[in-house]
């Protein structure tokens, strides 16, 4: 029985993901090189920098690996291996690469719309109530108001008959149902 592998033009179609480990700091050059082989690459990366600077810089999500769509069995991926900026594929030498599991990648893509790390907890809207679970906060009820930059949020506590504004960490607090 022939095996093919889609072709589509969405990064989600193209084959399986596999991750490459590049040459330290070489992530660019190693993405250049892979794409002129006509290797689909995915590189998410996170925004990084001070909240009151105009301009944020993007930082590696995973520093030192990219990742890269082929089937094995159409593709001649052997040539990764080879690429300037590439040290090797991750994997088992006697089983060959090995291959990410598709809901990590469908869970990267949704989370990394353009290629950049989208810090969103869950649907929350401005006013959802959301419950403080770690920090100096922990176990205070308050209600979301925004997300800001460097993963943080601003809440409004209920405290003293009124609402006062405090921000922290994404990671700090839960959606609460």
């Known amino acids: 029985m022939p095996v093919s592998c889609n072709t589509g033009s969405s990064r989600r ?30 590189f998410p990366r996170v925004p ?3 909240a009151r600077s105009r301009s944020v810089a993007l930082a590696p999500l995973f520093p030192g690996y990219v990742f890269v769509s082929f089937c094995r069995e159409t593709h001649r991926w052997q040539s990764i291996n080879g690429t300037v900026g ?4 991750l994997g088992r030498e006697s089983r060959g690469p090995a291959r990410v599991p598709r809901a990590t990648m469908d869970a990267l893509f949704s989370r990394c ?4 790390w989208d810090s969103a907890v869950g649907t929350l809207q401005r006013g959802d109530p959301v419950k403080v679970v770690s ?4 176990g205070a009820s308050a ?6 930059p460097r993963e943080r949020v601003r ?3 209920q405290c003293l008959g009124g609402e006062v504004e405090a921000s922290c960490s994404v990671a700090s607090i839960e959606e609460m149902l």
Request: hydrophobic content about 45%; cysteine-free.
């Open 155 to 157: 809440i409004l506590l």
């Open 13 to 42: 179609d193209f084959g399986a993901w596999y991750v490459a480990v590049t040459q330290p700091r070489r992530e660019s050059m190693a993405i250049e090189n892979l794409r002129r082989q006509n290797f689909p690459t995915f």
């Open 113 to 116: 719309p353009q290629g950049v």
């Open 86 to 89: 590439v040290r090797t594929l």
């Open 135 to 138: 920090g100096p906060l922990a």
């Open 48 to 50: 990084q920098g001070a």
């Open 143 to 148: 209600r979301f108001d925004e997300f800001l």
